[in-house]
């Protein structure tokens, strides 16, 4: 597809939209071998939550946590730590029907008094590499960026293997955001001269995941050349690389992209709100699918607000001022998340029954 120019705001609100869509189509499918998933669900091609309908997981959640901190910070790294940890905080009393046990653990030591940047417990998961995107994408210094995905990090994880995820993540974003075509080789220096001596191993895996990419391999023939072939676990030096390897294959093609990376199975959630999040990046709200995005049913935290939400956070990260966050119904949330849960025991039920393979 055709590359787009895109202005810093329609990226970061691409970016956005794009995490909830990814969100929304891999949702289903989490959890699932890539076989089985195509057997009892069918290929990735629309939403298959609930009568034609999406919704969106904590990966999401998290990203709009993000950008809401990014807006009231305005780039300053202590009143975003302190807006996150708060954002966090509220998040769990919310009762969220996902939450990771690193995560979870991170948010109960907020509660108990921890600072945001002494409350993360040692894990590599996914969970700080999910949710930024959207700094990669809003954040143009790159100082700047660096410190805020590091706070970002700490409050949850702190093993660097999840910081050096984040920031693969992150710098995929902002080398995607603009809707030019990246060079993959490009992208594996700027990560490797971020994560330094410690990274390598990433490193290594991004440059597998660029040769595979450049080379046309589709991306679930990828994971399993990594011996991920009953889907991408939470790990998040199996998660990056295949969410870069998609990315990298189809740079403008966000229906293509995340139909690939959820069709690995897996934590196909997280791995879709990843690709989608850069993708979105690149092409902007007008390149995701319009009857994906339409077909996200969210409320009170629509995808309206979420638009809305990403253009403040732009604005904040390119002024460095504090701007004021959409508001929302937030009183809903919980008995949203009450029936969300429900709408997941549904499908756990199902995953019951055949076929088993």
Not at 49 to 54: A, D, F, H, K, M
Not at 82 to 90: E, I
Request: proline share 6%; charged share 15%.
């Amino acid at each position: 597809m055709r590359a787009l120019r895109l202005t810093a705001e329609e990226s970061v609100v691409g970016s956005l939209l794009g995490t909830a869509v990814g969100d929304a189509i891999g949702l289903p499918y989490e959890g699932l071998g890539r076989h089985r998933a195509r057997r009892l669900l069918g290929p990735p091609d629309r939403h298959r939550l609930l009568l034609g309908r999406g919704m969106v997981s904590d990966d999401t959640e998290h990203s709009c946590m993000v950008a809401s901190a990014l807006a009231r910070s305005g780039r300053d790294p202590d009143l975003f730590a302190s807006a996150m940890g708060w954002a966090l905080r509220g998040w769990l009393l919310a009762l969220p029907a996902g939450v990771g046990l690193a995560t979870l653990r991170a948010s109960l030591r907020l509660w108990a008094g921890w600072s945001p940047y002494r409350s993360g417990v040692r894990s590599a998961g996914n969970g700080p590499a999910m949710r930024s995107a959207v700094l990669g994408a809003a954040v143009r210094d790159p100082d700047a960026l660096r410190r805020l995905v590091e706070v970002s990090t700490v409050i949850t994880h702190t093993d660097p293997k999840a910081l050096h995820g984040a920031l693969a993540v992150a710098l995929a974003a902002r080398f995607a955001s603009g809707g030019g075509t990246v060079e993959a080789a490009a992208y594996c220096a700027e990560v490797e001269r971020w994560v330094g001596d410690g990274g390598a191993e990433l490193v290594g895996l991004l440059r597998s995941a660029a040769a595979s990419a450049t080379a046309g391999q589709s991306t679930p023939d990828y994971a399993a050349s990594l011996g991920l072939e009953r889907g991408v676990t939470g790990y998040v030096y199996h998660t990056v690389p295949v969410a870069i390897q998609a990315w990298l294959l189809r740079q403008h093609d966000f229906r293509g992209a995340v139909e690939g990376i959820v069709s690995c199975g897996g934590d196909a959630d997280t791995t879709a709100a990843i690709v989608g999040g850069v993708v979105g990046a690149s092409v902007g709200r007008a390149g995701i699918p319009g009857p994906w995005l339409d077909g996200v049913a969210e409320w009170p935290r629509s995808t309206a607000w979420m638009a809305r939400l990403g253009a403040a956070a732009a604005g904040a990260a390119e002024t460095g001022t504090p701007l004021p966050v959409p508001p929302y119904a937030w009183p809903a949330v919980l008995p949203r998340n009450l029936f969300f849960l429900a709408v997941v025991l549904g499908h756990g039920f199902r995953r019951a029954l055949p076929p088993y393979r």
